[in-house]
């Protein structure tokens, strides 16, 4: 398939580990942000095929797994309500709230279903004009533009039935975030490139001068994970710590300004809590005032609800990269993707499930995770 | 932009207490995936326990009264839309029965067929169904010797649901089964994968394009047989319908306590299926079939059964994928096309609309 095997070009990865090979000299860790890179490493064996001082760590970036615990209760809640029809992207029906999932509200008769654009929720309220459509509107920066094109559309509809339930994280405060805690093992960065796609990279300049860490761009077929590798050691060997775009194809410097813009229009930016690693000060959107009428929170008065998480899995150690998913005594026994304990095994995004669906070919010769079942 | 956070709340480790195994019956439940599996072994088979629905295979195996061994199989059918490219819901009735009686090398002979109706169905689309499945039935060379129909109120059924049950003689000596997969032993598969799954999600017009795709729904019994009459080298075959070729080779590696090792670059995927699937975030492996067959032969018989597969009409596309290993057991692993290897596991639970 044209633009996508020839980024799975065995001979080409060869020729980049080798150079990866060749350049290293000492051990370094790096991490990727984005859940789906974390998924392309497992699904392709990156990480087996790396010199053993070069690591990888999974970072915080699937929106899945870092929704935070009241925003799936307000959803249940919301979707729970008779006169409600609501629109969710497919991930997030299995991820556990207290108690319940949105699976178990539409097999109790809620009215949820799986929508693969924000736009079609918009369909979707102007068809039932006689009940309240809540779409679900999280993700990272990726999925901002189209899920505020959502709200100005239902805005200039005049829709009185639609509204989202938002759940907006922004990148670059969470890795402020890793990079200030004292245990951060991170020394750089494989940065999303479908974030940058949108947001551009000059948000990470920043990051890099203050906390002294390469910040390389990067895609998510093998070539452009094992560039964004070398590129990123190199930097390192060479004492260099800078913002490099490897994934040029899509990326420019300043990023989709149309697409920021609609960010903008709708959003404004605010504090958030992360699930598994806590409060980040300025890491997420919110509504703006003038589009408030859209926000369900507000419409089905569930913004208090605040449940209290109990501490059972490591998901938070491993969304901030200080753990691995075979660290946890829980993987693969307690915690599976049909039982998740913590939302990283629930996401085909999240670290754990990648390592549980295409698993450490090491480990599932080891016993105790091959009996896992 | 400035955004330096001196101090971040860390709340240490915070997950939600694990829900409990489902009271309710959900959709992944029907996905033919682990969840699925989990509901026939904690319900059905201790309720119906007995030595033949124990084999686990897609059909019983049976003897009456000393007569030749017989292949029983029933498939219930609930897709939505019933008519999508390349099939409908009649032709998918009478070729899932027939293919799960083939594939204990059996010769299909008879059918049943039950029907559920919706009230104010047309008769006439009734009749476009019945005509399908009379087309599939002599395609196949099968007879329809028993039905039933039952009327519902309108609203307590989706259009038409058809029941299928079907009864093939095993000739004499012939073992071939989920479990009698071995170490040393080639993987076939009959064409690319992924055609029905793909056909069906478009067709019901939820992906925003339209994947120039049609359902692969074949009777496979001539396939079967003629792979049966090549070699007797053939110890499984198995039609990769929900949850794909990678949860039926999972079944396989469980059932026969052996390891399959798949080649990356030999599974063979049309384009439009393999760019829905970029598209959508799905992987192939997991996508529906209902016209292809697997068969795990003796390493020396491959290349015999190959030709008499590529000599049928559903299996010209026939290809070798991998390679049964004693390592490790129960688990099937892809080498990638750059060199590393990777657990294929199999489905987990429902993400897909129902296809079939």
């Known amino acids: 398939m044209k633009f996508v095997d020839e980024f799975r070009d065995p001979e080409l990865a060869r020729a980049t580990l080798s150079a990866i090979r060749k350049e290293v000299t000492e051990p370094w860790v790096l991490m990727e942000i984005c859940g789906g890179q974390t998924h392309s490493i497992m699904r392709y064996g990156l990480d087996q095929l790396l010199p053993a001082m070069v690591e990888l760590v999974h970072g915080p970036g699937c929106p899945v797994c870092v929704t935070p615990l009241e925003q799936i209760d307000k959803a249940l809640e919301i979707a729970s309500r008779p006169e409600v029809i609501f629109a969710s992207y497919g991930d997030m029906l299995r991820v556990p709230g207290s108690g319940k999932d949105l699976f178990s509200v539409h097999a109790t008769g809620g009215d949820v279903r799986v929508v693969y654009s924000p736009l079609d929720a918009v369909k979707l309220a102007q068809q039932h004009s006689q009940q309240e459509v809540v779409f679900f509107a999280i993700g990272f920066e990726t999925t901002a533009p189209a899920n505020a094109m959502a709200v100005e559309q239902a805005h200039s509809l005049g829709l009185e039935n639609f509204s989202v339930l938002v759940s907006h994280s922004r990148v670059p405060p969470a890795m402020h975030a890793i990079l200030s805690s004292p245990e951060c093992r991170v020394q750089g960065f494989l940065a999303a490139g479908h974030v940058c796609a949108v947001m551009g990279y000059w948000e990470y300049e920043p990051i890099s001068d203050q906390y002294k860490v390469p910040i390389v761009v990067t895609g998510f077929e093998p070539l452009d994970i094992l560039q964004g590798v070398l590129m990123a050691i190199r930097q390192l060997e060479q004492g260099r710590a800078e913002v490099e775009n490897a994934y040029s194809r899509a990326v420019i410097y300043d990023g989709n300004q149309h697409a920021q813009q609609l960010i903008d229009r709708v959003f404004m930016v605010c504090d958030r809590k992360w699930r598994g690693i806590g409060n980040i000060p300025s890491s997420g959107w919110c509504l703006r005032p003038e589009y408030s009428r859209f926000d369900a929170e507000l419409r089905f008065a569930v913004e208090d609800l605040a449940p209290r998480e109990s501490q059972l899995c490591i998901s938070g150690q491993i969304l901030q990269g200080l753990k691995k998913p075979l660290d946890c005594p829980a993987f693969g026994l307690q915690c599976t993707p049909e039982e998740p304990l913590g939302a990283t095994m629930v996401s085909t995004e999240g670290a754990c499930a990648a390592y549980f669906r295409y698993g450490d070919v090491k480990a599932v010769a080891d016993s105790s995770v091959g009996e896992r079942r | ?356």
């Open chain 2, 1 to 356: 932009m400035s955004e330096t956070i001196d101090t971040v709340t860390m709340e240490g480790a915070v997950c939600p207490v694990p829900l409990q195994p489902s009271e309710q019956i959900m959709l992944g439940h029907g996905s033919g995936g682990r969840l699925m599996h989990r509901l026939i072994e904690s319900l059905f088979l201790p309720a119906f326990d007995n030595p033949v629905l124990r084999v686990g295979n897609d059909a019983g195996r049976i003897s009456i009264q000393g007569d030749a061994p017989l292949a029983v199989s029933t498939d219930a059918h609930v897709v939505w839309p019933l008519f999508f490219p390349g099939g409908d819901i009649g032709r998918l009735a009478v070729c899932g029965t027939v293919n799960d009686v083939s594939m204990l090398g059996a010769d299909p002979r008879f059918l049943t067929a039950s029907f559920i109706l919706e009230e104010g169905v047309p008769t006439g689309l009734l009749r476009k169904v019945v005509e399908s499945m009379q087309a599939a039935a002599a395609e196949a060379g099968v007879e329809i010797i028993a039905g039933d129909t039952k009327v519902v109120e309108k609203g307590k059924a989706d259009g038409l649901y058809i029941t299928t049950a079907g009864f093939g003689t095993i000739l004499p000596g012939l073992e071939i089964g989920g479990d009698k997969a071995r170490p040393g032993d080639r993987v076939l598969l009959s064409g690319p994968i992924g055609d029905h799954g793909i056909a069906v999600l478009s067709a019901r017009g939820e992906l925003g394009f339209e994947a120039q795709v049609e359902s692969d729904v074949a009777p496979l019994n001539h396939l079967a047989s003629a792979i049966v009459s090549a070699s007797h080298g053939i110890h499984v075959l198995r039609d990769p319908t929900r949850g794909g070729v990678a949860t039926s080779l999972n079944e396989i590696a469980r059932a026969s306590q052996i390891g399959i090792v798949l080649e990356e670059g030999s599974i063979p995927v049309r384009p439009a299926v393999q760019s829905a699937c970029e598209m959508l975030g799905f992987d192939p492996l997991y996508v529906a079939n209902e016209g292809k067959l697997i068969a795990i032969v003796a390493e020396q018989e491959a290349e015999t059964v190959l030709d008499a597969m590529r000599g049928e009409r559903y299996g010209e596309e026939a290809t070798l994928i991998g390679t049964v290993t004693e390592e490790p057991p129960g688990r099937v692993l892809m080498k990638t096309l750059i060199g590393s290897h990777r657990v294929v596991d199999e489905l987990s639970g429902e993400m897909l609309p129902r296809i079939c």
